[in-house]
């Protein structure tokens, strides 16, 4: 199994003036807006990565070298499956119809199981025989993503902007910024 981002957030939970009132910077002075735009989007993938969840509508790629009994869909929360398709036995490539599948939203992580009767299709031998299009996220807003996360995003930020070098040790108290993100990560 192999996960990929394929289209990445349009947007970040938190903006740049936000990350800058946090930092105590002046709204006014932009010679720093780009690197903090850095630190937003590096601090977002640190905390998806860390809850395994999407912040933000994101499309992911999920490729498999067959169809197991139910295909588990990492970073929830699901908000639509875009494509199944396969390599048939004979080496070409097929779209299984929406129909022939049911999609699980509601738990996290999401699934894919055939319908009711109905079973996976054949797939050739071969790696990477199965690939899923999918999109996850709390939505396409940030007003969509709890205040928690963005919180946990901007001592992250905080941290990366205060340090601007590799540290071993981090100023952020690990277990408070640990507790506000808890809730929210996906396990299994």
């Known amino acids: 199994m ?22 105590r910077e ?45 295909i588990r869909l990492p970073y929830p929360q699901i908000l639509s499956v875009t494509s ?24 996290e992580p999401g699934w894919i199981v055939p319908a009711v009767e109905t079973t996976w299709p054949t797939t050739q031998d071969r790696i990477n025989a199965v690939t899923v299009v999918y999109t996850a ?3 396409s807003s940030a007003s969509n993503v709890p205040q928690a996360i963005k919180h946990w995003i901007k001592l992250a930020i905080g941290d990366m902007y205060e340090r601007r070098e590799l540290n071993s040790s981090p100023s952020v108290p690990q ?14």
């Open 175 to 188: 277990d408070f910024a640990r507790y506000l993100i808890d809730p929210y990560r996906v396990y299994g």
């Open 26 to 70: 002046t709204l006014s002075d932009a010679s720093n807006d780009a690197y903090i735009a850095t630190l937003i989007t590096a601090a977002r993938h640190a905390c998806e990565e860390s809850i395994q969840r999407s912040l933000i509508t994101t499309t992911w790629t999920l490729t498999l070298d067959s169809f197991p009994d139910a």
């Open 137 to 139: 996220g709390y939505g």
């Open 2 to 23: 192999a996960i990929r981002r394929t289209t990445d957030a349009s947007t970040e939970p938190v903006t740049t003036a936000e990350a800058k009132f946090h930092l």
């Open 84 to 107: 199944v398709s396969y390599i048939d036995e004979a080496g070409d490539s097929q779209t299984l119809d929406p129909q022939d599948y049911i999609v699980d939203t509601n738990s």
